[in-house]
């Protein structure tokens, strides 16, 4: 009957090899070395009972022990078996500690990746607001100062025209003049190329790239002529920039901001801002 308890825990331990069951493994291991343990003990206790009956001249009684067909520890493996079986689940056992180890530490590491990247682009949407804050901000100023430059203009030219008007006879209306002669797109293409230049090297210019013409020789523009720095009134300048070519007027308008031309030389910056600001407010308004 041991045998064949042995056996059949035998034929459990090859099909749970086969299942790859871990802990199945180790625990019939155990119990296969139980049994037999206990069979060689049983086969040994049966063999000096024997010995000691034929000694004695006693009768041997076959209800004694179990009737055996030979040596039962003759028949068992060799514990070395077991204990190069229970060493191969020891190293495989181990094995499988170090590539969870392995996993684990794979995992953390992608972890750490995955938050430093996280912290990158944080921090770069950080600064691509900032950024943004920053440029409103600075649109805003602008504006602010746009607006009140247009304000300040238009109180001027408000005090001007009251002025002209307490200085004109009531009985003498403004007439309209003789337009100026007619530029040519020769001359608007050569004005330009020189403003485009100057633009680029404001602190060396000497000569104010001032648009061409004269006056349209409108009531509007005639009224406006003393106070106006530039020859050309704004309908001439508005057309010379239209017939220039410009895509962009908004691009344009800031290329002729007075703040731009303070780095133009100190003699002449004051002239040169108070042309740049007439074209600034026509480029403006288009």
Not at 57 to 69: A, G, I, M
Not at 175 to 180: L, S
Not at 184 to 196: N, R
């Amino acid at each position: 009957m041991a045998m064949e308890h042995i056996a059949k825990l035998k034929t459990e331990l090859e099909q749970a090899k086969r299942a790859d069951d871990k802990a199945r493994i180790a625990r019939l291991v155990r119990i296969i070395g139980m049994e037999e343990r206990k069979a060689r003990v049983k086969a040994a206790n049966t063999e000096d009972a024997q010995r000691k009956a034929r000694e004695s001249f006693l009768p041997y009684s076959k209800s004694d022990t179990p009737r055996s067909r030979g040596p039962v520890a003759a028949k068992l493996p060799p514990m070395a078996y077991f204990n190069d079986f229970e060493d191969q689940v020891k190293r495989e056992e181990e094995a499988r500690e170090a590539a969870e180890r392995i996993r684990k530490e794979e995992e953390a590491r992608k972890a750490a990746e995955r938050a430093r990247q996280e912290e990158c682009r944080r921090k770069a949407e950080e600064a691509r607001r900032k950024a943004e804050e920053q440029r409103k901000r600075q649109e805003d100023q602008q504006r602010q100062r746009e607006s009140k430059f247009r304000n300040e203009q238009r109180q001027r030219e408000r005090e001007q025209q009251k002025k002209s008007h307490r200085s004109t006879p009531p009985n003498t209306p403004l007439r309209p003049t003789p337009p100026a002669p007619a530029v040519t797109m020769s001359q608007i293409k050569e004005w330009y190329i020189f403003a485009e230049a100057c633009n680029n090297a404001r602190e060396k210019v000497q000569t104010f790239p001032v648009p061409p013409g004269g006056c349209c020789g409108t009531l509007t523009c005639v009224s406006q002529a003393k106070d106006r720095a530039n020859k050309a009134c704004e309908c001439n300048i508005r057309k010379c920039f239209r017939n220039a070519g410009i895509a962009n007027y908004k691009k344009e308008m800031l290329k002729w901001h007075p703040d731009k031309w303070s780095r133009s030389p100190e003699t002449k910056r004051e002239s040169f801002q108070k042309l740049a600001r007439e074209i600034f407010i026509v480029l403006k308004d288009m």
